[in-house]
């Protein structure tokens, strides 16, 4: 089971990034995927979490109208389109997978899997 993050990098203060996850070994259809991140000397928090379909999804108050989070079943892989990058967006950026019923998003579930994670970056 794998789950690779890429896409981070180095963005000034209103650019964007969009950070992908590629998973391999398990169905990914069969789960929830999620976006976390974590700061330097904080602890890791939730940012969005997406459906097995995609047609449910739910993000943190700090990225509501800036973050978006999908998902391409054919492909295997969780999208993060972030716009409007802050220098408090800056973090390493995790995907999970939760293993879920359709339509739910199962948060409230330990994680099956992790990413290894990639640093965004927000600086002028």
């Known amino acids: 089971v794998q789950l690779v993050e890429s896409g981070g990098g180095l963005v000034q203060p209103g650019g964007s990034l969009r950070l992908s996850c590629a998973a391999s070994?398990?169905?990914?259809?069969?789960?929830?995927m999620s976006w976390y991140r974590q700061a330097p000397g904080k602890e890791r928090e939730l940012v969005a979490v997406i459906s097995r379909l995609g047609g449910s999804t739910n993000y943190e108050e700090f990225v509501k109208g800036r973050f978006t989070i999908s998902r391409d079943n054919a492909k295997n892989t969780v999208y993060l389109q972030m716009n409007s990058l802050k220098p408090e967006d800056t973090a390493a950026y995790y995907c999970?997978?939760?293993?879920?019923?359709?339509?739910?998003?199962?948060?409230?579930?330990?994680?099956?899997?992790w990413g290894q994670g990639t640093q965004v970056t927000v600086s002028a």
């Open positions: 070994g398990f169905t990914f259809s069969d789960y929830a």
């Open positions: 999970n997978a939760r293993s879920c019923s359709l339509g739910s998003l199962c948060v409230w579930k330990t994680p099956d899997y």
